[in-house]
């Protein structure tokens, strides 16, 4: 059983990391400094280098995912969190598909992939998905990333399908989802599916309070995450029966399955990963956890430089 690191050494751990990340990931100095290593001052969403594609699954349904080219290297799959879609990555992975055949998909019920008309939105039913699309385009020794819901996909598939899985890294989620996250959830989408009067009236609402999000990446959700109802509401494209999806989970049957080196990324700032699920994550001889500093639920938002940097020294080793 793996010893605990005490903070001190969690930290300088994290420094370290970051700075084999600078020697091993590639990027130019000028790259570094658009990223704000450490700082937390985001860059603009970099333009868009991606090409929209859809598979059919076995069940029939049409399955969207932004494809960032590099195909022949190495595929990197990117998760979204719930009420976010494939472009919740948009600012990060052109930073990655130099080296990686970089792929960001929408869930099912999410962005641009089709509802499910029963409302199966269970982490296995995602799970299924996720098997399509790698079995369809063929891919092997794949890093796959998931952040909150994504991130609770990608344990239960490398789980299930560890001749597929090289490396995993879940962002700020761990094995269990307790009662009151469920009901703060399914508090907020019933909300949300009331709209709102329009892009710019969105665009406040999350521009509201204290946020590290550049408003242009807040742009960029606007202008490819929602659409317009009927009635002229402007809503987020998303099913409102995900909820039916919510409600305490317990991943550890799959999590003892997982034979890849996996990566445990919690923020600072967020509570959503108890420090006892932490130390019991640790107890898994491939396992790492890394706390990252001034980060909450979104640390590939929140603190994107340090997000890059942590993955690149993770695939790196």
Same mark, same amino acid.
């Given at each position: 059983?793996? /010893?605990? $690191?005490?903070?001190?050494? +969690? @930290?300088?751990? &994290? ?10 990931? =590639? ?100 799970? /299924?998905? $996720?098997?399509?699309?790698? +079995? @369809?385009?063929? &891919? ?10 994504? =991130? ?15 490396k995993v890294i879940v962002e700020d989620v761990g094995p269990e989802r307790p009662e009151s996250v469920t009901t703060t ?133």
């Amino acid at each position: 059983m793996k /010893r605990s $690191l005490s903070p001190w050494l +969690q @930290q300088h751990k &994290l420094i370290l990391w970051l700075t084999a990340a600078v020697v091993a990931s =590639g990027l130019t100095l000028s790259e570094w400094s658009s990223i704000s290593v450490i700082v937390r001052a985001q860059s603009p969403t970099a333009p868009a280098a991606y090409q929209d594609r859809f598979i059919t699954t076995k069940e029939g349904r049409r399955i969207h995912y932004l494809d960032w080219g590099s195909a022949g290297k190495r595929p990197f799959i990117m998760l979204h969190g719930i009420n976010r879609s494939a472009h919740t990555f948009d600012h990060i992975a052109p930073l990655l598909h130099r080296d990686f055949h970089v792929i960001a998909m929408d869930l099912r019920g999410f962005g641009d992939s089709d509802w499910s008309p029963k409302g199966e939105y269970l982490v296995e039913d995602f799970v /299924r998905d $996720l098997h399509d699309l790698v +079995q @369809q385009l063929n &891919l092997r020794d794949i890093v796959l990333t998931g952040n909150s819901m994504g =991130g609770r996909v990608v344990q239960v598939y490398a789980g299930l399908h560890p001749d597929r899985t090289g490396k995993v890294i879940v962002e700020d989620v761990g094995p269990e989802r307790p009662e009151s996250v469920t009901t703060t959830l399914t508090q907020r989408i019933q909300k949300e599916t009331e709209g709102w009067a329009s892009e710019e009236e969105l665009l406040a609402s999350m521009r509201r309070g204290q946020t590290r999000i550049p408003e242009e990446t807040h742009r960029n959700w606007v202008r490819h995450e929602t659409k317009k109802l009927p009635n002229g509401r402007i809503v987020w494209k998303y099913d409102p029966n995900v909820t039916q999806g919510l409600g305490p989970v317990d991943l550890w049957k799959y999590i003892k399955q997982i034979k890849a080196p996996t990566l445990y990324m919690v923020g600072a700032r967020s509570n959503l990963v108890p420090r006892e699920t932490q130390e019991q994550l640790k107890a898994f001889p491939h396992f790492e956890v890394v706390t990252i500093p001034d980060a909450g639920h979104y640390p590939h938002l929140d603190t994107p430089g340090v997000w890059l940097a942590v993955v690149k020294a993770f695939l790196a080793g």
